[in-house]
């Protein structure tokens, strides 16, 4: 599956931004999809992860309260909407795909978009 993020931007702290990433393909329903993102020499964070039919979402205790991801299957899209944003959101945001479950880990997906950047000023 192939996949484009889009949706990223500068906003002001306490802003709100809704990321979007489109999938190629007609097997895009059996894809559990995920947000991860990275900062400027940090690592790789994990942040979403969504279930085949969008019934079971994971957020990492840290991504809890601010961020909600829901995926379209009809659109083949994924979304994450950020409320409340903050200046250490910035980073490089990336969708990515997974046959299974994720809770945490980015090493179980298998295929990755170009990320899209955000940048929240203080």
């Known amino acids: 599956v192939q996949l484009q993020a889009s949706g990223g931007g500068l906003v002001q702290a306490g802003g709100s931004l809704r990321l979007s990433c489109a999938a190629s393909g007609r097997t895009f329903s059996r894809y559990v999809m995920g947000w991860l993102r990275q900062a400027p020499g940090k690592e790789r964070e994990f942040v979403a992860a969504?279930?085949?039919?969008?019934?079971?979402?994971y957020y990492p205790d840290s991504m809890k309260g601010r961020f909600t991801m829901s995926r379209d299957n009809a659109k083949n899209t994924v979304y994450l909407q950020m409320n409340n944003l903050k200046p250490e959101d910035t980073a490089v945001y990336y969708c990515?795909?997974?046959?299974?479950?994720?809770?945490?880990?980015?090493?179980?997906?298998?295929?990755w978009g170009p990320g899209t950047q955000v940048t929240v000023s203080s």
């Open positions: 969504i279930s085949w039919s969008g019934g079971t979402t």
């Open positions: 990515a795909a997974s046959s299974r479950m994720v809770y945490g880990s980015d090493k179980d997906f298998n295929s």
